[in-house]
């Protein structure tokens, strides 16, 4: 079967200033039609930049997509026009930005909102159009839909903005949605709710997901396969079920530990990973994650290690074997313990 979306060694930089911030560096991944992919990390690790690059929304200056492919639907989205990239952007392949209530225009009607990309790409009149909207707010859950059309974002709650965010990119019944932290800033019974809705959304109209966020939680339920960003890389890639049963890089158990648990008693301190991340403006001779590592070994410090395949459809960037070596063993099992 044919891949909606292939993403082959993207490098997207930025140029400061201070120097070249390499923001992605070298990304590749791919997405079948309907699947949902997590993708994962810390912030600044690469992820919404990444998301940005493929709908080609990086600002120029001082950003600048300087390599790679973006393969969707047998077409290299870089290599297209504005204009062409204009009937793909919205339609074909749509995105819930972090922030609902800056990415939403305040002086604008929902309705207006709403109903602009459905007359550019479904080319409704204004009466369909308004029809098409009112379905699309009944779906994600908003009460008395047909007047909501008349209201402006501020008369709505956090998690209602987010619903309608949600019906706009799902207006043109897309292909894949990009949903970069769809959560954000909203409490957890709401952020249930509209996982909930994406979740449906996504099975019942087919529509590929790449879910973008730092909650683990989120992609243990949602997600079919999840890649762990760090420092604009891709540390590890894998199934979800794969990822949370055997974590095959350091950084990915550091995550894992850092997760509270349900089970694990009051008086447990959560686990943190020493250090910070990179600046990604000065150049990295080894491992990105070698000075907060607790399987390093010398190796790691001169030499980048490439993401290697570990088990079944399971990769990993690590010059170590944690099930095999009994060193690394070791300092997972520490960390396990300090976790709890």
């Known amino acids: 079967m044919a891949k909606l979306l292939e993403v082959k060694n993207l490098r997207t930089y930025f140029y400061t200033e201070e120097g070249v911030v390499r923001a992605v560096d070298g990304v590749s991944w791919d997405l079948d039609e309907g699947e949902t992919l997590g993708l994962v990390g810390e912030s600044g690790c690469g992820k919404s930049v990444t998301a940005m690059s493929i709908l080609r929304l990086i600002p120029q200056p001082p950003g600048r997509i300087v390599e790679g492919e973006i393969i969707f639907e047998g077409q290299n989205l870089l290599e297209l026009s504005d204009e062409e990239l204009r009937t793909i952007r919205g339609n074909r392949i749509a995105m819930v930005f972090q922030e609902p209530m800056t990415s939403l225009n305040p002086v604008l009607s929902i309705g207006q909102q709403l109903t602009e990309a459905i007359k550019l790409h479904l ?81 019942e109209l087919g529509t590929a997901v790449v879910v973008i966020t730092h909650n683990l939680g989120v992609v243990a339920r949602y997600a079919d396969r999840v890649n762990v960003m ?42 943190a990973i020493d250090g910070q991340p ?19 070994i ?43």
């Open 230 to 271: 760090y420092a604009g890389k891709i540390v590890e890639s894998g199934l979800t079920r794969d990822i949370f049963k055997e974590p095959r890089h350091p950084y990915t158990v550091g995550l894992m530990a850092s997760v509270p648990r349900l089970d694990a008693a009051d008086h447990v301190r959560l686990f």
């Open 298 to 340: 010398e190796k790691c410090h001169t030499e980048a290690p490439p993401l290697e395949l570990k088990g079944e459809a399971h990769w990993a960037a690590c010059w170590r074997n944690p099930m095999v070596d009994e060193q690394t063993v070791a300092a997972t099992s520490s960390v396990a313990a300090a976790r709890g």
């Open 123 to 203: 080319k409704l009149n204004d009466s369909d159009a308004d029809t098409r909207a009112t379905e699309l707010l009944e779906m994600v859950g908003i009460p008395e839909a047909r007047q909501r059309l008349k209201d402006y974002p501020h008369q709505f709650s956090g998690g209602m903005r987010q619903r309608v965010m949600i019906a706009m990119a799902l207006s043109c019944n897309p292909k894949l949605l990009l949903a970069d932290e769809p959560t954000t800033a909203l409490d957890v019974t709401i952020q249930a709710q509209i996982l909930e809705i994406m979740a449906r959304l996504s099975k």
């Open 278 to 296: 990179p600046l990604l403006v000065d150049a990295i001779p080894g491992c990105s994650f070698e000075p907060r590592c607790v399987w390093r």
